[in-house]
DNA sequence: CTTCCTCCTGCAAACAGTTGCAGCTACAAT
DNA sequence: ATTGTAGCTGCAACTGTTTGCAGGAGGAAG
């Protein structure tokens, strides 16, 4: 548990307690290789401490995630996946037809947030979007099954 | 109900249905001047209806969102927030310090999406997006406070 | 080491949204 | 007008997440 030393520095310097549940918890999404649900989680947890409860693991990422340690996102599974911010940043397209998920660089949202914060001073926070719409394939399919039904959808979206 | 002709005749070509429960769903957020959560929309309908059911109405939504007449956004309420498409797309900032919400242009994410769909084939459902972050003045009160400033992000989407 | 204050925990109940099911209905075809 | 059927409805049960509360523990100060 020494690498979550820095962490738990964080933690206490804004008044928060380091409690034997918070380092699992903490240790769980960082030995992860990627996103975990909460249920996950907790599954992880469990099997060094059999009565954490969810609630407590809610309310620990809650705090991760307003120190900016962990992001949080819905990926359209009707469960949040959480993942530990330190590794690189990258975003999701998500087919909203086949949920076949693709891996979106961060360069494409660098330049929105720089026109945001320019035009509105505002500081967007882009670790973590899923962007939701249709893949080509699925594009393909909607033309040719759903004749001109959707023609409205059809005129674009975004361009 | 003239007025919802058009909507009328878009479900009725995707071989789906037109109920007086859906009836009554479309006009209660038509008529809206803005977004509204589910719960808005059930007791709207109630005043007609009073047999409506939570599960028809979110069914209703999802079909809705599915052909993009209505956009579903986490705006970081708790509960999703609907509104009828038609209007001007706009999309939001909201300060996760301070709450407040201002608009965002359209224009800012058609790049994004026109990029998307040049580099990877990917029609992003952009209708509108809510995006978390700093807003000018809490950013102040951060720097001053000796804040580290980083970000998490929250990606969720109309369709 | 003790005291104290605040923050944290587990429990239970509440809340928003989803799903499986049996029966009903819109609506196209006859 | 009648029929057939795909699709819709209400119900109830369920999932994922949040919240109020009373007791418990971290950790700074003495």
């Known amino acids: 548990m020494s690498c979550e030393r820095a962490t738990a520095e964080t933690l206490k310097q804004s008044g928060q307690r380091l409690t034997p549940q918070r380092l699992m918890i903490l240790s769980a999404i960082r030995h992860a290789g990627g996103h975990m649900s909460a249920a996950q989680i907790m599954e992880q947890v469990k099997e060094s401490y059999a009565y954490i409860d969810v609630s407590t693991v809610y309310r620990t990422l809650g705090v991760l995630k307003r120190m900016h340690l962990v992001s949080e996102t819905d990926m359209g599974l009707g469960e949040y996946r959480y993942e530990w911010v330190e590794r690189m940043r990258h975003h999701h397209l998500i087919c909203r037809d086949c949920d076949n998920v693709s891996l979106l660089d961060d360069s494409f949202l660098t330049g929105l947030a720089a026109d945001i914060l320019d035009d509105h001073g505002f500081r967007a926070d882009i670790d973590h979007f899923a962007i939701f719409g249709l893949c080509e ?16 959808a059809k005129g674009k979206e975004g361009a």
Chains 1, 2 share one sequence.
């Open 137 to 152: 394939e699925c594009q393909r399919s909607a033309d040719t099954s759903g004749g001109k039904a959707n023609g409205k």
